[in-house]
Every structure is written in C-alpha cells, then in structure tokens.
C-alpha cells in the first residue's frame, strides 16, 4: 500500500495541513490511499495573498516570459506523462490509455496557450472626434479563483491554470478532493517550470474550501467546472460580489440516429459516447435516440457490443472500463440505475443495479423504450448507463433531443445533409457532432453549452480571453 500526504502550494511553498480527507484506487482498495488537508478560510486568505502579490509582478514580466513558463510546462508534462498517468489511473479510476491521451492534451493546451500569450491582440481605432484616437487593450482581470473536478483531474486544470496564466492572471486553484494527488503533481511541474512563485497557488479540500474561495473578497473572477448544483452555488456567491463567473456544469447529452445513418458506425459512436471513461465525462451520451424503422437492429448490435466490452484494472492494457472514481459515486449510480428500473415503460436490456462488482465497478446500463420524462432524460446520471428512445422520425428525434434543461453536446448519425444542416442549426446544444460521439473534443476551439450546462464566456481556444482579459479603452489626443 502507498500512502501519500498532500500539502497545500502558497507562493512557491508546499504548506501542510491538519484535517484530513482521504482517496483511495477506485479498482482496489489496498493499493493507494492519498490524505488531503482541508484549507479553511483562513488558509484561502493566505493563498489570496500571495496570489494578489504575485500578480503585481507577474502582469507586468513581459509576454515572452510567460509564453516560455508555459511552454516549459508542457515540455515537462510531456517527459512526465506515463508517471502522470498511471497515477490518474490509480488516484481516479480513468483507464491509463485514457489517462495518457489526456495527459497528452493537458501538455498541448499549455503549449497552445504560450503562443497565445505572444498574440493579445489589441485595437486601434480613428475617434469620432477629430484629431483624437481610441485604443482597446485586453488587460488581465487579477486574481482567478478556479474550482475543478475529478473527471478530467490534469486536463481542466490546464484548461483554466494556461489561459490565465497566458493573460497575465494569477490563480488560486482548488482541484476535487477526489483527484488531488494528480493536481498536487501538475502543481509541482508548474513551480518546476519556474512559473512565478504565488502566480498559482493550490489549496486543497472540498466544497467548504470551495465555497472560502468564492466568498473571498480578494478573488476578481470565478471558474468552475463541476456538477450543477455546485455551479449554482458558485454563480450565486460571485453575484453577490459582482464578480466575473462562468460555470461549466453537465449535460443530459443525446445522439440521434436516422435510418439512413450507417447502422455500424452508429453503434460504434453510442457505445463510445454513452460507455468509454466509464460514461463519466460531461459530454457523455445518456439519450440514444433511434429512428424506429432501425431501433430493434440498432439495439441488438449495441448490446452486443457493450456484451464485449472489458471491465477490468486501469492499468492493464487490455482494459476499457476502468470503475467510477469513489464509493460515493458508486453508490449515487446505483441509485439513479435503481430509480430507471423501477420507473414503469422503460426496459433494462443489460447491466443494472443486480449484476454484482467489485470495488467502485459498475455494470455497463442500457436501458429501451425509454419516455421523454423518464428519471434518464431529465437529470444527469455521471455513470456508465444510456437508455434508447425509439422515435417515428427526424422531426420527432429532433424534440427529443431538444427535451432538456440542458445543452451541452448533442450528435447526429446521418448521410443526409439536409438533416445534418437543419441539426446544427437547431439542435439546442452548444456544441454538435455529426457521426461522432457526442463525446471527444479538441483543445483549440471554444467549448461551452447552453440553457443549464454552462454560463459565462466559452473555455478554451481563442475563446478564452473573453473570461481572462478585460477591455480597457483609452482616448488618445496628441
Ligand atoms: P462537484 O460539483 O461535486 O464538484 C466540483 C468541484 O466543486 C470540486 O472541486 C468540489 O470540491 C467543489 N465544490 C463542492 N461544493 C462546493 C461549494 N459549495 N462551493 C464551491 N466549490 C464546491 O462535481 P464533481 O462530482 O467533481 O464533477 C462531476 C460533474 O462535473 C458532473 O456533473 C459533470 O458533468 C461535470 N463536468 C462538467 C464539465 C464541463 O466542462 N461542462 C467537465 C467535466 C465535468
């Protein structure tokens, strides 16, 4: 058994802690334990501090500089990457292919942003008065409280810490409590990289550490990415401040089906979206909506696909499935599966709360015949389990999907461009797949959803700098 102690990382120092929470390997249980002190508000005023320090020299040593820390952090990550990634397997059940190609993209998110950091772009206008000019320059905002969770436990983090960074932001970062030996490391390769001391600071605990970052009265603007409820809390609490927030919360992600899609591809893109990473990404699919003419022979090819997948340890090749990252969700899963198989009309076709595993592992769910207000279609279940609704056409399927408070990925197996068209246009979702899984994207776009999956400016890409920039405008007259 390895045991690992957590500190806390304020302005350059690793600072221990009292309280304890404690993470285990999801896949068993004598493996790994890791004890997490808990940072109350008084530890948060601290890294506050050495944040708001640091950011009067940090925004004003040079772009270059901070294109070079950047880039050194992803050098860094990548010569770390398998030490990385065995222990996001370890530390959250993530299988290591999974593990090392989000490794992979946490190394090019911080490499993308250091070129970003050489490119804030400014403007210059002529003034409507005579004689006079007006500049906009993109200014950092100061202070960044981030919160983030276990699912993609290095790449979100990189997401946020990069951006940040690249716009001449400091950062007081709080990683779950279900993934802080992984963000303990990333914070280590960031001070390796000889990012300023105080530009990040890490303080760990769990939604009452959480909450003494959003209350802060030194925090200029809040990131979070994590469950709904959560996102409410945190959006609320940078409302009574006035501050800059935006809240990258869950979805209820559907994949339509036509029956001129190609049936193979189709299933193949279901059971990568609504299974890999133990359906527990964000963009994962939970509705599977299937034109009727195709549905009996799209479920059988699913279900047999889903027969054939590999549960098995993290770290062994072979596997695909690794379990869900804590007894807590474990337990949450089974509830929600058990709430579905015991709603009337839907039918579990295989997995379910009976079949018995090991650990934090739970059976591949899919459940047929699935109903627009069923327990499924309307809250998010962050588990390996979809159900089908069976639909008499596109126009029928396009409600369907578009029957959520939720937006966040939404895809369209088809080889019809017409409805490929028309989906993209009116499918309520911030971002669309077309004969893709609704999971999967790339680092160099904007990311984003709407109605209750996401408020505020888009992550990532060159979106970025509308959340970690502020416009100033000076009037010129020579
Ligand atoms: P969570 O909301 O339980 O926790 C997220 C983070 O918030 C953790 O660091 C947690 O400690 C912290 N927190 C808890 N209570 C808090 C409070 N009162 N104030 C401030 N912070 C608090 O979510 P989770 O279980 O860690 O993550 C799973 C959820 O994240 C899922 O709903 C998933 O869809 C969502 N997610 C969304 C995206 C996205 O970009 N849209 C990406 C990944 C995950």
């Known amino acids: 058994m390895q045991i690992i102690h957590l500190s806390h990382h304020i302005g350059g120092t690793d600072v221990s802690g009292t309280a304890v929470l404690q993470q285990q390997n999801p896949a068993k ?3 790994l334990q890791i004890t997490i002190p808990v940072a109350d508000a008084h530890v948060v005023e601290q890294a506050v501090t050495a944040a708001k320090t640091a950011f009067a020299v940090f925004r004003d040593q040079g772009i270059e500089k901070r294109a070079d820390a950047l880039a050194k952090v992803q050098q860094l990550i990548v010569q770390h990457s398998d030490e990385l990634s065995q222990l996001i397997a370890r530390e959250t059940g993530k299988t290591f292919a999974d593990a090392k190609g989000e490794v992979g993209r946490a190394a090019r998110i911080f490499g993308f942003f250091a070129g970003e950091a050489l490119r804030i772009v400014g403007e210059r206008l002529e003034s409507t008065r005579n004689g006079a000019m007006v500049e906009v320059e993109y200014a950092p905002v100061g202070v960044i409280g981030q919160i983030t969770p276990w ?3 290095i790449a979100i983090p990189a997401w946020k810490i990069a951006p940040a960074l690249a716009f001449g932001n400091t950062v007081v970062w709080k990683p779950s409590e279900i993934s802080s030996a992984t963000a303990a490391r990333l914070m280590a390769l960031i001070h390796e990289a000889g990012v300023l001391p105080g530009a990040v600071n890490m303080v760990l605990g769990g939604g009452e ?3 003494a970052i959003c209350a802060n009265a030194g925090i ?7 469950s709904q409820a959560t996102g409410k809390k945190v959006r609320l609490a940078a409302m009574e401040r006035a501050i800059p927030v935006q809240t990258e919360m869950g979805g209820v992600n559907a994949l339509l089906v036509l029956a001129d899609a190609d049936v193979d591809a189709a299933v193949e893109n279901a059971l990568n979206g609504a299974f890999f990473a133990a359906g527990e990404r964000c963009t994962a699919t939970s509705r599977i909506v299937v034109e009727q003419a195709i549905a009996d022979e799209f479920v059988s090819k699913l279900v047999a696909r889903v027969k054939q997948l590999k549960l098995g340890d993290p770290l062994d090749a072979a596997t695909q499935i690794g379990p869900l990252a804590s007894p807590n969700q474990k337990a949450l899963i089974s509830r929600q599966t058990a709430k579905m198989e015991q ?4 039918q579990l076709v295989c997995g379910g709360t009976a079949v018995e595993m090991p650990a934090c592992f739970f059976a591949p769910t899919l459940f047929d015949h699935a109903k627009a207000d069923d327990p499924i279609a309307l809250e998010e279940i962050f588990g390996p ?3 089908v609704f069976r639909v008499k056409d596109y126009a029928e399927g396009l409600a369907m999907v578009n029957n959520s408070r939720f937006g966040l990925s939404a895809g369209l197996c088809t080889n019809s461009l017409k409805y ?3 989906f993209k246009r009116y499918a309520k979702s911030g971002m669309i797949m077309i004969n893709l899984p609704t999971a999967g994207i790339d680092y160099h776009v904007p990311f984003g959803g709407v109605g209750a999956s996401s408020y505020g400016a888009r992550e ?9 920039t502020v416009a100033k405008t000076t009037y010129l007259k020579a």
């Open 220 to 226: 200029d603007a809040l990131s979070f990415t994590g």
């Open 151 to 153: 699912n993609f436990p």
């Open 209 to 211: 550490t959480g909450a």
């Open 420 to 422: 490929a068209e028309h």
């Open 385 to 387: 389990v979809a159900a």
């Open 29 to 31: 249980a004598d493996d």
């Open 460 to 468: 990532q890409g060159r979106a970025a700098k509308a959340f970690y």
């Open 343 to 346: 709603y009337p009309g839907a």
